[in-house]
């Protein structure tokens, strides 16, 4: 465990999540930038590039806001970032995935990470039709239990900072994310997938400590900059980190 956790994820509760390889407008920008969320989250599961990750934080840097990478190609890594979050998928059956890929870019590239800037995430992908499903060989056939299991040993055993429950593209089971919540005592709760509006965001806000909003802002702005207010308006259970 890191004995002093970076302020900046545990003061999170609400994100939006943009993805470099989808078009954004700039009054759109702007709209997401000024609305209150806590921070910017920059990620994808496809079509990541430099160029497009580099374009977009530049873009962001024009408002006052913490801008993370999530880090999912090493030839997208960009400077300039508040944080580089690294995720760690759980319940996938490639172990590259867990650790592989991360051994490779440490053999890499060790002298040169910031590793004062780096959060480690452990993911539980639970949508079998999501990108990232397919592209890790995620069991997404996991019940509450199963999924707290694993949210109990990357909390326990592996101490990481932040357990992230992603249902990409649909809004999850909400007992199950509770239940995931209940295992941890120190790692942070982060939860994606199908907030479309204010009332499933505070449904997912009940439950989790951070909600992590993405593919609506694309669809429905009004829709998504209405889940900053019903966020932090939620009151979340005091269980977990």
Request: hydrophobic content about 45%.
């Amino acid at each position: 465990m890191r004995s002093m956790p970076l302020p900046m994820e545990n003061s999170w509760r609400h994100v939006f999540k943009l993805d470099p390889d989808r078009i954004i407008g700039e009054q759109e920008l702007e709209a997401v930038c000024t609305s209150g969320s806590d921070a910017i989250i920059i990620g994808g599961s496809s079509g990541v590039t430099y160029e497009n990750t580099e374009a977009l934080l530049e873009r962001i840097r024009r408002f006052k806001i913490d801008c993370a990478l999530e880090v999912s190609e090493l030839d997208a890594i960009v400077s300039g970032f508040d944080l580089y979050l690294i995720p760690m998928v759980l319940n996938t059956k490639r172990p590259e995935w867990l650790i592989g890929h991360h051994a490779r870019a440490i053999e890499k590239y060790g002298p040169f990470i910031p590793w004062d800037r780096l959060v480690s995430e452990g993911y539980i992908v639970l949508n079998p039709e999501a990108t990232v499903a397919r592209i890790t060989e995620a069991d997404t056939s996991l019940d509450a239990a199963a999924a707290a299991g694993y949210a109990g040993a990357a909390d326990k055993l592996m101490q990481l900072p932040i357990i992230y429950v992603e249902y990409s593209g649909r809004f999850g089971v909400m007992e199950l994310v509770g239940e995931v919540r209940r295992q941890l005592t120190q790692a942070r709760l982060f939860y994606g997938g199908g907030i479309t509006n204010a009332e499933t965001a505070r449904q997912a806000a009940a439950v989790s400590d951070t909600v992590v909003v993405g593919n609506v802002i694309y669809s429905d702005l009004a829709g998504a900059l209405a889940t900053v207010e019903a966020v932090k308006g939620a009151r979340s259970s005091s269980i977990g980190g």
